[in-house]
């Protein structure tokens, strides 16, 4: 397998607009999780999902921010519109129902100005 | 609610010499707690993990960590550290029946010298 795939790897826009990142998990993973890494805040978990549901979205940051997975092997996360404190690391990572180890994709560092 | 603490925002060490990285967390019940690594520009990948049952648990490139109840503690370590271990690392607790919800700590920078 491939491993957990994001894209873009790298993405700029302008205050305002619409991102849109994306996410493969590892086949068969039940589990897809969002973070966030900024330097301030450190990594922290936007929303999970457990078979296509989401199960917690506590962490995410405001109405701005909206997760889908309409299936099992694509997600996205959207920012709506985009603002200057949104630029950070976006991470997604994928678990199996069984065991606890989560599967990190690469990221998608993502600049907002 | 759950939370980690890394007091080391950077260490440096040379070549070979041992290694210590602390991690402290607060969990109301039994941990699960994760030691992560991150390579510049890279994901985070699992070094090692604790649920229950030996409080010494191996990872892997040499790493272990040992669980301490009583000092709420997960320290990391390396007997010889190698260049290629120069990273980021992360301590996460999880919490949840299937620890899905890792909380990490804010890394600790391993600079290793020659």
């Known amino acids: 397998d491939a491993g957990v795939i994001q894209s873009p790897r790298h993405e700029v826009t302008e205050m305002g607009q619409e991102v849109t990142l994306r996410c493969k998990p590892i086949s068969g993973h039940d589990y897809l999780f969002w973070y966030r890494q900024t330097m301030m805040r450190g990594l922290e978990l936007l929303i999970y999902f457990n078979n296509n549901v989401p199960i917690d979205d506590s962490g995410m940051p405001e109405d701005r921010f909206s997760a889908k997975m309409p299936n099992a092997s694509f997600s996205t996360l959207k920012i709506q519109p985009s603002e200057p404190r949104d630029s950070a690391v976006y991470f997604c990572a994928s678990r199996p129902r069984e065991g606890t180890e989560a599967f990190f994709g690469q990221g998608t560092r993502l600049t907002v100005v | 609610a759950q939370s980690v603490t890394q007091p080391d925002i950077h260490i440096t060490v040379s070549e070979g010499a041992s290694l210590e990285l602390r991690c402290n967390y607060s969990?109301?019940?039994?941990?699960?707690l994760f030691w992560y690594v991150q390579s510049p520009g890279q994901g985070l990948q699992l070094l090692l993990k604790?649920?229950?049952?030996?409080?010494l648990v191996q990872g892997i490139k040499g790493f272990e960590a040992e669980f301490k109840r009583s000092q709420s503690s997960f320290n990391l370590r390396k007997p010889s550290v190698h260049w290629s271990d120069a990273a980021e690392y992360f301590c996460a607790v999880g919490a949840g029946g299937t620890a899905s919800k890792l909380t990490f700590g804010t890394g600790t920078r391993l600079q290793v010298t020659l």
């Open positions: 969990y109301g019940a039994t941990p699960y």
């Open positions: 604790y649920f229950s049952g030996d409080t």
